[in-house]
């Protein structure tokens, strides 16, 4: 069998480190592992308008936001498929069949749905498609016959659900057309849940406690130095904690030993940086310009390339255009075979043809 990746992200907005640090660097790993057949990265479009369905302007605008973030990061167009979702029909009519096999019951108790209805204050008037998109990832997933899916930990209800689907669906047309999935968690806890600037759970654009990918220097820095830390840490000589602070919590997820070799070499690594922290003596200006510091190193390399691919959109254009040429073409294929397995694919049956016609000579 076939190694093959799906994953993607919804174009509502710029890509921030907590997008790089919990799927985006982990993708550019594994592309660059060697190990995978084939990996596609979706540009989920039609699944943002779900729930932005009144202004498609801001999706339109953020596919070429969120490609730049794609490339800056090393995603390779010579390894991997970039596509745009609404672009594949063949997905939607995946979407249509897949259906037919999930009862309305089931979606209500699939927990990522249930939390994202509440999030948007959708509980007394859901839109369909939204209801729906479980229905319509496990279409996204089956159609490239992935069998990874890297994902967050609030994913995984979607990944059991697309499970049950090829399994259903398989057992259902006694047939093996469709690919149960795995989800790839983030590598550490840290990466799993980055929190905004300002301590929340998550960032969010409307919040304004994202740091972007595309930020410069600048802007990295005043939104570092302005991080929330441990409000009880008042005076340098307090002891701090470090659960629930946003700035150890970056440190968990972006520092290496050599970061403090070039950066803090008084410390020999960070356990010995928060021990010192839980202690008192040790103020969070010092820890704030030592993360500037590290996530400058990450961050600076991915500015220069995206200033290099900002210079030739018409080429990134068509980077998006032949990654979905791809991808329809793979989930042609798919499609072909869930139809046949259905018994849907009338003119391609032959023998029900001839049988047809023999039955009707007679």
Do not use: W
């Not at 369909?128 to 229905?135: A, E, H, K």
């Not at 340098?236 to 070799?261: C, K, M, Q, W």
């Amino acid at each position: 069998m076939s190694n093959i990746i799906l994953t993607g992200d919804r174009p509502t907005g710029r890509l921030h480190v907590g997008h790089y640090v919990g799927s985006l660097r982990r993708r550019v790993e594994l592309q660059n592992t060697g190990k995978f057949d084939e990996i596609y990265i979706m540009v989920a479009d039609a699944q943002a308008l779900t729930d932005n369905f009144d202004n498609p302007e801001k999706i339109r605008q953020n596919i070429i936001e969120v490609t730049l973030d794609y490339l800056s990061a090393g995603l390779d167009p010579d390894k991997c498929h970039i596509l745009i979702q609404s672009q594949i029909p063949e997905l939607t009519e995946l979407t249509f069949y897949y259906a037919n096999l999930v009862t309305v019951s089931r979606l209500q108790r699939n927990p990522t749905v249930k939390s994202e209805i509440q999030m948007r204050n959708f509980e007394t008037s859901i839109p369909v498609g939204f209801f729906t998109y479980p229905i319509s990832q496990a279409a996204d997933i089956t159609a490239f016959k992935a069998n990874v899916v890297p994902v967050g930990e609030d994913q995984l209800p979607m990944i059991e659900q697309t499970r049950e689907i090829v399994r259903k669906f398989n057992q259902t047309y006694n047939a093996e057309v469709l690919v149960e999935p795995d989800a790839l968690l983030p590598q550490s806890e840290a990466c799993m849940r980055l929190p905004g600037t300002d301590g929340k759970a998550k960032m969010s654009k409307s919040l304004g406690n994202c740091i972007y990918l595309a930020d410069d220097a600048a802007d990295v820095k005043k939104k570092i130095m302005g991080m929330y830390t441990d409000p009880t840490h008042i005076n340098i000589t307090d002891p701090g904690h470090v659960e629930g602070n946003a700035v150890f919590t970056y440190l968990d997820a972006f520092s290496r030993p050599e970061h403090f070799a070039e950066y803090l070499p008084e410390y020999a690594g960070l356990e010995e940086l928060k021990e010192h922290y839980k202690k008192g003596g040790l103020g969070d200006v010092k820890i704030k310009k030592f993360l500037n510091n590290v996530i400058q190193e990450e961050l600076e390399p991915l500015r220069k390339k995206r200033a290099e691919y900002e210079k030739d959109i018409y080429g990134v254009y068509d980077i998006l255009k032949a990654g979905t040429e791809a991808a329809r073409n793979k989930a042609g294929q798919t499609l072909s075979e869930v139809k046949a397995a259905m018994k849907i694919d009338y003119f391609e049956d032959q023998a029900l043809i001839s049988s047809q016609a023999e039955k009707y000579s007679n």
